[in-house]
């Protein structure tokens, strides 16, 4: 099993460390419905699932009744 000779100070460690961090997202925006989203991701806009523009899972129709009572 691995052991280390001697420790390693916290300023060594966290200069080692200080690469290891996120990348910002790359946020695009639809050319179709302007909505800005991650890339190679879908995205949804008033109900619908889009992806590349294109809708893939179209919006719910929602029908409203008018009951009079």
Known sequence: M???KSRISA???RKRRTHHKLDIPQ?????TT???HIYHRTY?????????????IAAK???TSDSED
């Open 11 to 13: 300023q060594r460690r």
């Open 2 to 4: 691995a052991h280390p």
């Open 44 to 56: 949804e806009h008033d109900g619908a699932v889009y992806y590349r523009g294109q809708v893939l």
């Open 27 to 31: 946020i695009a925006t639809c050319k």
């Open 61 to 63: 129709e929602v029908a």
């Open 34 to 36: 302007g909505e800005a």
